[in-house]
DNA sequence: GGTGCCATGTAACGCGTTACATGATTAT
DNA sequence: ATAATCATGTAACGCGTTACATGGCACC
C-alpha cells in the first residue's frame, strides 16, 4: 500500500503526470529508492478507479502528450486518513533467518549454531556496507541518514538477537 | 521465497502431502502463523514444475486420495544451498513510517513532529502487547519466544530511530 | 442429518518485477 | 545520424490473499 500513498502524497503539492511522478519519487522523495515506471502507471490506473486521483490529457507546449493526474476530494482524505493513522507493525512470522534457523533444528546432520554464525557474520559484513554509506549520506540530505540510520539501529538489534538465540538454543 | 524453503524444509524429514505441509507449518514450524492452503497447492505446483519436488498418487487406508511429495535430489541441494548461504537484509526503503514523516515534511498544514509522535504512541501500545505475548510464551515453545523477542528488539530499534528522527528533524 | 475435519483444488485480485514496444523531442 | 531523455503503456511472471467449489469421512 505504500507506493498508492507516496503518489497520493507527491500529488498533494498539485497535479503531476506519471513519468514525473516516478522523477520526483526518486530524485527527492526516496533519493537511493527505484520506481518501476509501468508500477506507476498501473498504480495510477488503480487510484483513479478507486477515485483517488483524475486525470487531464495535456498537450504540453513541446507538443508532448500528458496525462496530468490530481487529487480529488475522495484522494485528498485517504491521504490525510493515512497520514494521521499509526503504521501497522506486525510480527514478522515468516522472518527468513527464523525460519532457517527453525528448520535448521529439525534437519539431522544440520547444526543451527552454523545458521546462526553465518547469518551473524553476514549480518556484520552489512552493517559495515551501511555504516560506511551512512558515512558518505553524512550533511548530504537529512532523509537519506535517517533510512541509513534505521539500517544500522536494525541490524544492530538483529545481531542481538542472533546472540540471544545462541544462548537459547544452545 | 519464504515459503518454497519452508516446505523443503519440512520435506527433508520424509514425504507429506499438501494438507499435512500445513498443518505441520501451523502447529510446529511456526506456531503463531497461518498458511494459506490454496497457496500450499499452488507452491508445490511451481516446485515440481522446477524439479525441486515430485509427488505420487497414494491411496490412504481409508480411502482418501492423497498426492504424496517427496524432495528430489535438486530440491535438497537448493534447501542446503540455501541454508548454508546468508540471508538478504535490505534496506527497507519503501519503510511506510519514512514515507510517511518524508511525505508529512513536503505537505503544508501538516506537522512531521506530530506524525512522529503518533507512530511512537502506536510503537509503544504495540510493544506493550507483544510484552505480555511473550510473557504468555514464556516456557511454552522456544521458539515461539525466540519470535516474539525478535519483534521487542525490532520495536525497541524503532522507538530508537523514532526519537533520533524527532531531534534530526527539529 | 448436520457440523467439522480431511483433502484437493480454481478464480480473482493486488502488488511487485522485468522486459518489451512505441513514439516525440533534445543534445551531441 | 544517433543516443539520451521524455512520456506512455502492455505482457508475463511470481508471490500473496480471499473466496469459492468439491467430495469423503467421523462423530454426535
Known amino acids: ?12 503539492n498539485g497535479p503531476r503526470h506519471g ?3 516516478r522523477a520526483t ?17 498501473t498504480t495510477l490506473d488503480r487510484l483513479e478507479r ?3 486521483v483524475e486525470h487531464e490529457r495535456v498537450v504540453g507546449a513541446e507538443g508532448r502528450d500528458k496525462k496530468v493526474y ?8 485517504e491521504l490525510d486518513r493515512w497520514i494521521a493513522g499509526p503504521s501497522p507493525m506486525p510480527l514478522d512470522l ?17 547444526d543451527p549454531q ?15 556496507e551501511v555504516t560506511q554509506a551512512r558515512a558518505r549520506a553524512q550533511g548530504v540530505a537529512v532523509e537519506d541518514e535517517l533510512l ?3 539500517a544500522v539501529l536494525r541490524l544492530k538489534a538483529f545481531l542481538k538477537w542472533l546472540d540471544h538465540c545462541e544462548e537459547k538454543l544452545s
Open 148 to 150: 541509513l540510520d534505521l
Open 50 to 52: 478507486d477515485g483517488f
Open 114 to 128: 552454523d545458521v546462526i554464525e553465518r547469518e551473524r557474520r553476514a549480518c556484520f559484513e552489512r552493517l559495515h
Open 94 to 110: 515468516r522472518n527468513e533467518v527464523f525460519l532457517k534457523i527453525a528448520i535448521a533444528r529439525r534437519i539431522e546432520g544440520v
Open 1 to 12: 500500500m505504500s507506493i498508492r500513498h507516496a503518489i497520493l502524497g507527491l500529488l498533494a
Open 70 to 77: 490530481a487529487l480529488t476530494a475522495h484522494g485528498r482524505a
Open 25 to 41: 519519487y526518486q530524485d527527492d522523495l526516496v533519493r537511493a529508492g527505484k520506481l518501476n515506471i509501468g508500477q506507476v502507471y
Open 19 to 21: 513519468y514525473d511522478l
